[in-house]
């Protein structure tokens, strides 16, 4: 991935409905949310929030297709950035003519699984709670989980960002000290 990581003069003049240029300056390829780095994981996050914003917006989308807490459920993110990885490769300049209208297809089944994951979730325009799971025999129940309101969506998204980040660079850290190495100066 780039060492690019977007800052606020790197969205300065830009138009909110500009969305054809990419924080990331590399062919699109999957994102396996499970793997990465610290610093990659932000610019993902960012790329992909900026994305769903547009999405929503453009095709006027519902809290039941795309809630505003869709970054707490994995389940959103993962259907989410296979959407955004189809949509770049569709509208790629090298991209054969008709494949736009591909994706529309498939952007039409995933508002249907979006809709089901929403609705399993239990997110809400207003309000959220950690998706429900279902405890096998022999699993400990999980502890239950409240709702909370959904007052600031922004300060949300970064804090939560900021808090995946940490966690992330946390286990970098402790993972480079188990091998007796210290980490990287990636500055």
Not at 80 to 105: F, K, V
Not at 143 to 161: H, K, L, Y
Request: hydrophobic share 35%; charged share 30%; glycine share 4%.
């Amino acid at each position: 991935m780039s060492e690019f990581v977007p800052t606020a003069e790197a969205h300065e003049g830009r138009d909110e409905d500009d969305y054809d240029e990419s924080f990331v300056a590399e062919p699109p390829h999957p994102i396996n949310w499970n793997l990465l780095t610290a610093n990659d994981a932000e610019v993902e996050w960012l790329e992909l929030n900026r994305w769903v914003d547009w999405l929503r917006r453009t095709y006027g989308l519902p809290a039941a297709v795309i809630p505003p807490y869709w970054h707490c459920h994995t389940e959103l993110v993962w259907e989410l950035s296979a959407l955004h990885l189809h949509w770049l490769c569709a509208y790629d300049p090298n991209q054969n003519g008709s494949a736009p209208l591909g994706w529309h297809r498939d952007f039409a089944d995933a508002r249907l699984r979006l809709r089901d994951w929403v609705a399993t979730s239990g997110t809400r325009l207003d309000r959220d709670r950690p998706t429900r799971q279902a405890t096998w025999p022999g699993e400990e129940p999980p502890t239950p989980s409240e709702e909370s309101m959904i007052t600031d969506r922004e300060a949300d998204f970064v804090e939560f960002v900021v808090d995946d980040v940490q966690r992330r660079q946390a286990a970098e850290d402790e993972f480079y000290r188990s091998l007796g190495n210290p980490p990287l100066d990636e500055s």
